[in-house]
Structure formats: C-alpha cells, structure tokens
C-alpha cells in the first residue's frame, strides 16, 4: 500500500507539471495552479515516509472490524462531491464538517455547527485574500465574489 501511494503522488505530480502558467490576471501574484497538487503531493509523500517508518518499528497487530464511521465516511466523501458539482464547494465543505463532526462523536452541536462554518470561511478567505486564487462558482461563492 505505502507504494501505491508514492506511485499516486508521483503520477499527480506528474500532471500537475502539465498544468499551464496561469495568465497574471487570473492568480495575480498568487500560486500557480501546480503548485498546490505538487505541494500536498510532496507533504503525502513525506507523511507517507513517516508512517511506514512506525510500522517498521512499532508493527500493528490483528486488525480488528472496520468501524460504520469509516463507511458513513466515505459515503459523506461521495456527497461532497454532488455538492460540489451541483452547488457550491463552501456549501459542501459545510455540509460535511458538520456530519464527519457528528458522526465522529461530536456531541456538541453548537461546535459542530460552529467549526462547520468557522473553518470553510477560514479557507475561503484564505485562499481568496492570501493566496489569491478564486473558488469555483457555487451559490455561496457567487454572494462572496459578486
């Protein structure tokens, strides 16, 4: 499996090296579109070198069932992807903090509500006011963007 995940960063890499330089007025002096794949390319690698250096020296023992929440997640994985498409990625990125939070054990509604809305208009702020790259058109980017 580690190796399987090499080939992936390696073959994402690759792709994003394919990327053209985006025109200034698009990205400003913000990233270019390969940097960031090549970036948590480079970072899934390194945390990859990580955790099959502690499974050499620590080896797991007998597994034991997948829990439901790894199922659920991926199912939430899966309409993440249809709120994107169809909606908004903010939206999505609500969406799916709040349920993962919930379906994680979070009790605390109010927290889940809170980190749901906190961390996506993080990301959307930093991304747009930092690293000066726009998000996809949805129905919540449209009101931020105008």
């Given at each position: 499996?580690?190796g399987?995940?090499?080939?992936?960063?390696?073959?994402?890499?690759?792709?994003?090296?394919?990327?053209?330089?985006?025109?200034?007025?698009?990205v400003?002096?913000?990233?270019q579109?390969r940097?960031f794949?090549?970036f948590l390319?480079v970072?899934?690698?390194?945390?990859?070198?990580?955790?099959?250096?502690q499974?050499?020296?620590n080896?797991?023992?007998k597994?034991?069932?997948?829990p439901?929440?790894?199922?659920?997640?991926?199912?939430?994985?899966?309409l993440?992807f249809?709120i994107?498409t169809?909606?908004d990625m903010?939206?999505?990125?609500m969406?799916i903090?709040?349920?993962m939070a919930l379906?994680?054990?979070e009790?605390?509604?109010?927290l889940?509500l809170?980190?749901?809305?906190?961390?996506?208009?993080?990301?959307?702020l930093?991304?747009?006011l930092?690293?000066e790259v726009?998000?996809p058109r949805g129905?919540i980017?449209?009101?931020y963007?105008k």
């Amino acid at each position: 499996m580690p190796g399987l995940i090499y080939a992936f960063c390696i073959v994402i890499s690759l792709l994003a090296m394919t990327f053209e330089k985006a025109p200034d007025i698009f990205v400003g002096k913000g990233m270019q579109p390969r940097s960031f794949p090549l970036f948590l390319m480079v970072l899934v690698a390194i945390l990859n070198t990580i955790l099959l250096r502690q499974t050499f020296r620590n080896p797991p023992g007998k597994r034991n069932a997948v829990p439901y929440q790894t199922w659920l997640t991926m199912a939430l994985m899966v309409l993440f992807f249809l709120i994107t498409t169809y909606a908004d990625m903010i939206l999505a990125l609500m969406v799916i903090i709040f349920s993962m939070a919930l379906l994680w054990g979070e009790r605390r509604i109010w927290l889940a509500l809170l980190l749901a809305v906190v961390t996506p208009t993080t990301i959307l702020l930093f991304f747009d006011l930092v690293l000066e790259v726009r998000f996809p058109r949805g129905w919540i980017t449209n009101l931020y963007y105008k």
